[in-house]
């Protein structure tokens, strides 16, 4: 059965899109179900970023399609594992778990991928270059995951 992974920011907008896009360019559906979700409400509805967009599309990856989503308590039982982006992220998810269960699918996606980084930073207030920077790190992170999907 395929394993169903939630990739969650604040804004839905910039880094969880490109870690959605990211594993499913990687690993087909027979894997994975891949969402993403904000923990903040600020832009449902809306499409990534455009500089997620266009740093996504330089990799070949189109991620233009996904529309912005509130993370829900609903996702705790909709999904198996839960990829939050940098430690605030983590603390808002693991408030709203109800059940050691729940918290315990809640991961930070940089954890154990490389020594010393466990935060993807948040690049909305930032140039492009810090999108490059934020590709890098959660390729490098789904990477890891799939790694251990078709190794368990
Ligand atoms: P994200 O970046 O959490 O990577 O989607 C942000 C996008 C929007 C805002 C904050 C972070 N915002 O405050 O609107």
Known sequence: MAIRILMVCLG???????????????LGSEHILVDSAGTGGYHVGGRPDSRSIETALKYGIDISGQRCR????????????IYAMDRQNYMDIISLARSEEEAGKVKLLM???????????????????????????????CNHITGIIKNP
């Open 111 to 141: 954890e154990g991928v490389q020594e010393g980084i466990l935060e993807i930073p948040d690049p909305y207030y930032g140039g492009e270059d810090g999108f490059e920077k934020v590709y890098q790190l959660i390729d490098l992170a």
């Open 12 to 26: 839905n907008i910039c880094r969880s899109p490109l870690a959605e896009g990211i594993l499913r360019s990687k």
């Open 70 to 81: 509130k993370f829900s308590i609903h996702d705790f039982s909709n999904f198996d594992l």
